[in-house]
């Protein structure tokens, strides 16, 4: 039982941050050309690598055993996540074009997979979920673990719904809303951490 609830945070941080964002509309446009076990197969990975890593970093700044470097180290996750709230809940709408560069024929599952897989390690890697991740290995140290694969599951499940139903989510709710959901869910984690050292 001791694992449920760094799973759940880090699954719902997750989860929310990713609907309307671009790793999700990038499964979209992969799940017309692809099956989707092999989609998410590579979403798994790629999320493994980058959110992997960055939980493991922050588990290493949260093991550092020096009560003043743990104090400013939490108040400073706290203020970006409420910096994270802010920018995505008034951040304007700059959508790039997505390139065609995944156009060409791969030969095998396999090869999809590890595409995918690196196309998302490497979109992930300094977006705000990969930095929340650094927050979560940070604010519980000791359940990598459970933190790793909540991500995960936040990730998969997120992409799973772009797949089965993103043509209908993107027609019935817009990518702002999606966008300001994410924005205040980072608005929350902050404030409560903030309030929790008052």
């Given at each position: 039982?001791?694992?449920?609830?760094?799973?759940?945070?880090?699954?719902?941080?997750?989860?929310?941050?990713?609907?309307g964002?671009?790793?999700?509309?990038?499964?979209?446009?992969?799940?017309?050309?692809?099956?989707?076990?092999?989609?998410?197969?590579?979403?798994?990975?790629?999320?493994?690598l980058?959110h992997?890593?960055?939980?493991?970093?922050?588990?290493?700044?949260?093991n550092?055993?020096?009560?003043?470097?743990?104090?400013?180290?939490?108040?400073?996750?706290?203020?970006?996540?409420?910096?994270?709230?802010?920018?995505?809940?008034?951040?304007?709408?700059?959508?790039?074009?997505?390139s065609?560069?995944?156009?060409?024929?791969?030969?095998?599952?396999?090869?999809?997979?590890?595409?995918?897989?690196?196309?998302?390690?490497?979109?992930?890697?300094?977006?705000?979920t990969?930095?929340?991740?650094?927050?979560?290995?940070?604010?519980?140290?000791?359940?990598?673990i459970?933190?790793?694969?909540?991500a995960?599951?936040?990730?998969?499940?997120?992409?799973?719904?772009?797949?089965?139903?993103?043509?209908?989510?993107?027609?019935?709710?817009?990518?702002?809303?999606?966008?300001?959901?994410?924005?205040?869910?980072?608005?929350?984690?902050?404030?409560?951490?903030?309030?929790?050292?008052?």
């Amino acid at each position: 039982m001791w694992f449920i609830y760094p799973f759940i945070v880090a699954f719902l941080l997750i989860f929310i941050s990713e609907l309307g964002d671009k790793t999700q509309l990038l499964v979209l446009s992969f799940s017309s050309k692809l099956k989707a076990n092999t989609i998410l197969f590579g979403v798994a990975l790629g999320s493994l690598l980058s959110h992997g890593i960055a939980i493991m970093f922050g588990s290493f700044l949260g093991n550092i055993e020096n009560l003043t470097f743990q104090y400013f180290l939490k108040i400073i996750t706290y203020i970006s996540f409420i910096i994270f709230g802010i920018i995505t809940l008034v951040k304007h709408d700059n959508k790039s074009e997505t390139s065609n560069g995944g156009n060409k024929k791969l030969k095998s599952n396999l090869s999809y997979i590890i595409f995918i897989a690196l196309t998302i390690a490497i979109g992930e890697l300094g977006d705000k979920t990969f930095l929340a991740s650094i927050g979560l290995g940070i604010e519980y140290p000791l359940y990598k673990i459970p933190l790793i694969c909540g991500a995960i599951a936040g990730m998969i499940i997120s992409d799973l719904i772009a797949i089965i139903f993103g043509k209908i989510l993107l027609r019935k709710i817009p990518e702002n809303i999606m966008q300001k959901l994410s924005g205040i869910l980072f608005l929350i984690f902050g404030i409560l951490g903030i309030l929790n050292f008052l």
